[in-house]
C-alpha cells in the first residue's frame, strides 16, 4: 500500500469509529511503526482533516461536538482534579479539554475528551502511570475547561456541582 492510500486508509478508520483510535493499533493494522502513523496523522491533519488526539487515541472533532458548547473557569490542586472531572460527567456532559494561560506560550490547550466516570478514571490512572502533573500545575490551579453539554440544564448542575466542590472560579 502506497502512504497516500494509507493515509486515506487511516482517515477512514478514524472517521468510521465510535471511540478514539490509538496511533498504536493504527501502526499494527497497517504494518507500520507509530511514527510513520503520527506523520500521517500531521500530513492528515495539515490537508485539513479535523483530527484531535486525546488520551485514548485519534478522533474526529466534528463528530464529537454535538449540543451547547460551554467553558468553565476552575480552580483547584492537582490532587481535586478526579472530583472535578466526575462532577462534570456525572451531569452528563463531556470534557472537551483543559486549557491554561502561559506567560511565555500564552494558551495551552490539552485535548481530553471524557464523557464518563470510565473515561475519568482511565484519565487519572495514566496521568499516575507517568507521573505526569496536570497542565493547571503552571498556573497556580487556574484553568478553563470546554465542556459539551446535552443542554442548558446540564451545564447550571455543572456549575453547581463545582460550586459545591469549591472548585468552581467565578468573578
Known sequence: MRAEERRQAVL???EQSEKPVSAAAL???????????????????????EISATPRGYVILRDRMAGMVKRIACRHSAEDMEA???AVVDQGCTVVDVIVEHPIYGQLT????????????????????????????????????????PDE?????????LGELG???EG
Open 110 to 149: 490539552g485535548p481530553l475528551h471524557l464523557s464518563s466516570r470510565y473515561d475519568v478514571a482511565r484519565f487519572i490512572a495514566r496521568s499516575a502511570e507517568e507521573d505526569a502533573l496536570p497542565l493547571s500545575n503552571l498556573t497556580e490551579g487556574i484553568h478553563l475547561h470546554t465542556l459539551l453539554c
Open 27 to 49: 501502526a499494527s493494522r497497517f504494518s507500520v511503526s507509530r511514527q510513520i502513523i503520527v506523520g500521517d496523522i500531521a500530513l492528515l491533519r495539515a490537508a485539513g482533516a
Open 84 to 86: 472535578e472531572l466526575n
Open 153 to 161: 440544564a446540564a451545564f447550571l448542575r455543572v456549575r453547581a456541582a
Open 167 to 169: 472548585i468552581l472560579l
Open 12 to 14: 477512514k478508520l478514524i
